[in-house]
């Protein structure tokens, strides 16, 4: 009998200092470098701005911890983030077939 083999995907995150700001933003990795349009709402996912570090889900959590300003686009992302009661649904943007969520926490 053979174990099964659990893969877990990956979140890209960087953390960015703007002034008195730290802003995190973060990404399902396997929509980096990706553009997403729908209602006359164009993101692109780049490299610059979310290609930080492949990160477990776990330590995104940890990361949101240190931060005032969250950018984060993906499905996994942003609802792992409204599991953990970082983002509320009502605030969720669908940008294509991606979500999207802010936060500033005051």
Same mark, same amino acid.
């Given at each position: 009998m053979t174990a099964a083999i659990k893969v877990h995907?990956?979140?890209?995150?960087?953390?960015?200092?703007?002034?008195?700001?730290?802003?995190?933003?973060?990404?399902?990795?396997e929509i980096l470098g990706m553009t997403f349009r729908g209602d006359g709402v164009k993101i692109k996912v780049s490299e610059i701005f979310y290609g930080g570090e492949s990160v477990t889900e776990e330590v995104f959590i940890e990361r949101t911890k240190s931060v005032t300003i969250?950018? =984060? +686009?993906?499905?996994?992302? %942003?609802?792992?983030?409204?599991k953990e009661? =970082? +983002?509320?649904?009502?605030? %969720?943007?669908?940008?294509?077939?991606?979500?999207?969520?802010?936060?500033?926490i005051m």
């Open positions: 995907k990956m979140i890209r995150c960087k953390i960015h200092t703007h002034e008195k700001d730290r802003i995190l933003a973060a990404c399902d990795e969250m950018n =984060l +686009v993906g499905n996994r992302v %942003v609802d792992k983030a409204i009661g =970082l +983002v509320s649904e009502q605030s %969720v943007m669908i940008i294509g077939e991606v979500k999207h969520a802010q936060v500033v």
